[in-house]
């Protein structure tokens, strides 16, 4: 389980031209999934996020989680996380696990996430047009 994690001042997702989901303040969250990713991974994987100390202090420094500010967070599944190009130009997606498994890992992923905070979500398996406001800039990768 891979994830890509930016603190956001707002974030959206639209598909078809229509807003799928919007935060004002929080994380956004791409994530992907590989094999033997399971619940117990998706636990551990939503309590670091959660819990990540990227949100700045009265001081400026990077000191607060999601939880101390009240955010939100907007879930995108990212299937090109595990992306390869070791061989030749064109990414190799093998390492990511497929669609029908993934599916169930995300609907868990955001489900295990909701009990910490509001979560918005995109459309699982869609082209969508993805738009942040990252503060800092502040980009962590995560993996499990």
């Known amino acids: 389980m891979k994830c890509i994690v930016t603190n956001s001042i707002n ?13 004002d303040k929080g994380l956004l969250v791409l994530v992907g999934f590989t094999e033997n990713d ?9 309590k670091k996020i959660v819990n990540l ?11 607060k989680s999601l939880l101390d500010i009240d955010g ?5 599944s990212q299937f090109t996380l595990y992306a390869d190009t070791k ?11 497929n669609g029908h498994d993934a599916k169930k890992l995300y ?17 699982f398996g869609e082209n969508m047009v ?10 962590i990768i995560l993996e499990i």
Do not use: C, Q, W
């Not at 399971?38 to 939503?46: G, H």
């Not at 609907?107 to 918005?120: G, H, I, P």
């Not at 993805?130 to 980009?139: A, D, E, F, Q, R």
């Open 130 to 139: 993805v738009s942040n406001n990252n503060i800092g800039p502040t980009t």
């Open 87 to 97: 061989k030749g130009n064109r990414p190799s997606y093998m390492k990511a696990l």
């Open 38 to 46: 399971d619940e117990e991974k998706i636990k551990k994987m939503s």
């Open 72 to 76: 939100d967070i907007l879930s995108i």
């Open 11 to 23: 974030a959206s997702v639209s598909f078809a031209d229509k807003t799928v989901g919007h935060i």
């Open 107 to 123: 609907d868990a992923f955001n489900k295990e996430l909701r009990k910490y905070t509001k979560v918005d979500e995109g459309v």
């Open 53 to 63: 100390r990227i949100f700045p202090d009265e001081n400026g420094i990077m000191n």
